[in-house]
């Protein structure tokens, strides 16, 4: 019921106040009842907390001292750094977070309980402070501790375990929940960025992944693009037959997403009960020409991080 009323709730706040920036929303988000009057929201760039009126805002920014997201920098290459912020660690700033990318996000509903979530931080950073680009979080991989009694022994042995249902779907575990470029940032290349950011992680976790469904229109044709040039990039450098699987060890994408994806350049044929990738060099260049910009590139020397513990 919850999800249909956010659904069909109108738009509330109609524009922001973030950083330099004036950003027109595109949806409604369920801000606390006290904002329900507001049209605009002030919002501090760095802390996320908001607020009704400019003069709030611009006292907060006196006595605020956070420079950047809170949590840990684990990527920084040029100008770009990538905070992890763990949201049960940093509730306040995770729930502001949260409310703000409702705003340009429709058909999710709001994770209230953002003691779940990672979120990865995306920043621009100058002599000012770290200015976050956009986002994408993802839901922490529980490790539950499994007590097991050793009578004779009198020994207590502890075995980590993932998560059981994380253990049991471990092939097709979700490597992000939402993703967001803020408007003034889009179509520079960030979102292709954050996907891939997101891919390098499940690569040094040894696992394969996969976005949470439904993806917005938008989400489906950034992931659709960055899938595609991922793929083009090894078939074209590859000599020789490769597998499905083995793209999908490669690249961290999930099999069927490189199915889908390889399908619907027409690169997949059936013969014998399989699939099989039929790639020849002119057709894919012409795809290679076609798949446009590559995006920002993760270096990945510069990811300092290991899965979540
Ligand atoms: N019109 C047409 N194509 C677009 C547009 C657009 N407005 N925006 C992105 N694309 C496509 C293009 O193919 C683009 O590649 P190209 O520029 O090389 O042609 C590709 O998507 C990716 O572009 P990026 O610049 O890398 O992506 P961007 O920084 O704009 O971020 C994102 C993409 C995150 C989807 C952004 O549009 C956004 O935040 N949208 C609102 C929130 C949203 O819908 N998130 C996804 C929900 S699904 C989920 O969370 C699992
Ligand atoms: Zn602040």
Redesign the pocket.
């Known amino acids: 019921l919850r999800e249909h009323e956010e659904f069909t709730k109108v738009k509330n706040i109609a524009t922001i106040e973030l950083g330099k920036y004036e950003i027109e929303t595109w949806y409604f988000s369920p801000f606390p009842p006290e904002y329900n009057d507001c049209v605009k929201l002030f919002f501090c760039e760095f802390c996320l907390n908001f607020m009704k009126r400019k003069e709030q805002l611009q006292r907060h920014m006196r006595k605020c001292d956070l420079k950047h997201p809170p949590g840990d920098e684990i990527y920084r290459s040029g100008t770009l750094s990538m905070f992890e912020v763990d949201g049960k660690k940093n509730k306040v700033f995770a729930q502001n977070l949260c409310y703000l990318a409702k705003l340009?996000?429709d058909h999710?509903t709001l994770y209230y309980d953002v003691d779940l979530f990672l979120f990865y931080v995306l920043c621009e950073c100058d002599d000012r402070g770290c200015h976050m680009v956009?986002y994408f979080s993802k839901v922490i991989q529980h490790i539950v501790y499994r007590y097991v009694w050793f009578p004779l022994s009198g020994l207590l042995i502890v075995k980590r375990n993932f998560y059981w249902v994380q253990e049991k779907h471990s092939e097709e575990a979700y490597n992000?929940?939402?993703?967001?470029?803020l408007p003034p940032?889009?179509?520079?290349?960030?979102?292709?960025?954050?996907i891939a950011f997101s891919y390098e992680l499940s690569k040094k976790e040894g696992k394969v992944g996969t976005?949470?469904r439904?993806?917005?229109d938008?989400?489906l044709?950034?992931y659709r693009?960055y899938w595609t040039r991922v793929l083009l990039d090894i078939l074209k450098k590859h000599k020789g037959n490769i597998s499905i699987k083995e793209l999908s060890d490669m690249t961290a994408i999930k099999a069927e997403d490189i199915l889908s994806t390889l399908q619907s350049l027409e690169l997949i044929q059936y013969r014998k009960g399989q699939h099989v990738i039929c790639a020849g060099p002119k057709v894919l260049d012409r795809h290679l020409k076609a798949a446009?910009?590559g995006?920002l590139d993760v270096d990945v020397s510069k990811l300092i991080w290991t899965p979540y513990k």
């Not at 940032?185 to 954050?194: A, N, S, V």
């Open positions: 340009f996000l999710k956009g992000l929940a939402c993703i967001l470029t940032y889009q179509r520079k290349g960030y979102g292709k960025f954050l976005p949470e439904p993806l917005s938008l989400g044709l950034s693009g446009g910009r995006g």
